[in-house]
Structure formats: structure tokens, C-alpha cells
């Protein structure tokens, strides 16, 4: 079932999101720099930086990480991180 916004809704919604429509208290946990680690457990990772990935709605972070000498690269969804 569908539900409809009346416009102060809406217009909470855009007080309350940043140019790429992610909330801003989850990007504003969130910044290049920051290290994180997904909240399952695994390496601490460096945020490259936050965004949505193409094609998707999802707030992810593109992250980064030392396996051993070897440089790795993922995107996660913002909500299944934590600040290391």
C-alpha cells in the first residue's frame, strides 16, 4: 500500500538529506579518512569516500584495506559499518 507526503514532510526530508540524498546524521558518521570496520567483524578499512553507487539508492562507503602488502577495495552499505 502506498502513502502518500503531504509538502512538510517533504520538505523535512530535504532539510534533512545532503546533495546525494543521504541523511546527514549517517554521513555525518561518516568521512573520507575515517577508519571502519564492518560490523560483523573482518579488517579495519580506510573510507576513500561516501556516496550512492551507481544505479542504486543504497549510502555506501568506498573503502579500502592492506591484505598483508596487498591493497583491497570494496563498497559497503553505510549501515553495516562501525567507526574503528
Known amino acids: 500500500m502506498s502513502r502518500l507526503l503531504d509538502y512538510t514532510q517533504v520538505a523535512d526530508m ?3 538529506t545532503t546533495r546525494h540524498g543521504i541523511p546527514r546524521e549517517i554521513e555525518m558518521d ?7 570496520q564492518l560490523k560483523s567483524g573482518g579488517p579495519v578499512m580506510t573510507v576513500d569516500q561516501i556516496g550512492q ?9 568506498w573503502c579500502q584495506w592492506f591484505e598483508k602488502t596487498k591493497l583491497e577495495k ?3 552499505p553505510l549501515t553495516s559499518l562501525t567507526k574503528a
Open 14 to 16: 530535504k532539510c534533512c
Open 30 to 36: 561518516f568521512k573520507a579518512g575515517d577508519t571502519v
Open 53 to 61: 553507487r551507481m544505479h542504486s539508492s543504497v549510502d555506501s562507503a
Open 74 to 76: 570494496g563498497v559497503f
